[in-house]
T-cell receptor, first 116, second 115 residues
């Protein structure tokens, strides 16, 4: 079965420090991988995605993510955290072109707290 | 419109009443999803429409929940005989079909409170 896992419910980081939000996946074929952010009382906003090509993907608000095929991971990173980065982050995977079912699958989310 | 539009943005209803939530996807998007999210929690998949294919209803929690998509565009999620546990935000999202690499875009949600 296809799945995506975010092993941490919450991540706490001091402002100015680098942050990492972890994501691993299990899907047949070559997946499409996404990160979304949700601020309080808002819908989800797209941050970045990996389709093909360079394993390091850059996205909005200074975030980036690295696709690691051997470890089936797609961790979200930022070199220097801001208090305004505090939010709920969702990783998602969509099976690749060879899959008949292309329904996107979301992780359960990781709450990121940036401490002033 | 420029984005996914949902209405109403907030709805308070009495237990036992029926409610309808509307989603207007981005023009040209053939894929449409409904999710439910309890306060600050993860996303619970409800239903997925893809073009003219039969919808994937595997996430609907009970037969009180139903959804339709007319003309391949606007979708309505209906909850009959609402219960207090139905209180949540209902999120709609849409994307192009293509070869699955397309981004899914979310609306701001419909906040439902059952009293």
């Amino acid at each position: 079965a296809q799945s995506v896992a975010q092993p941490e419910d919450q991540v706490n980081v001091a402002e100015g420090n680098p942050l990492t939000v972890k994501c691993t996946y299990s899907v047949s074929g070559n997946p499409y991988l996404f990160w979304y952010v949700q601020y309080p009382n808002r819908g989800l906003q797209f941050l970045l995605k990996y389709i093909t090509g360079d394993n390091l993907v850059k996205g909005s608000y200074g975030f980036e993510a690295e696709f690691n095929k051997s470890q089936t991971s797609f961790h979200l990173k930022k070199p220097s955290a801001l208090v305004s980065d505090s939010a709920l982050y969702f990783c998602a995977v969509r099976p690749g072109i060879m899959n008949r079912d292309d329904k996107i699958i979301f992780g359960k989310g990781t709450r990121l707290h940036i401490l002033p | 419109g420029a984005g996914v539009s949902q209405s109403p943005s907030n709805k308070v209803t009495e237990k036992g009443k029926d409610v309808e939530l509307r989603c207007d996807p981005i023009s040209g998007h053939t894929a449409l999803y409904w999710y439910r999210q309890s306060l600050g929690q993860g996303l619970e998949f409800l239903i997925y429409f893809q073009g003219n294919s039969a919808p994937d209803k595997s996430g609907l929690p009970s037969d009180r929940f139903s959804a339709e998509r007319t003309g391949g565009s606007v979708s309505t999620l209906t909850i009959q005989r609402t219960q207090q546990e139905d209180s949540a935000v209902y999120l709609c999202a849409s994307s192009l079909r293509e070869i699955s690499g397309n981004t899914i875009y979310f609306g701001e949600g419909s906040w439902l409170t059952v009293v």
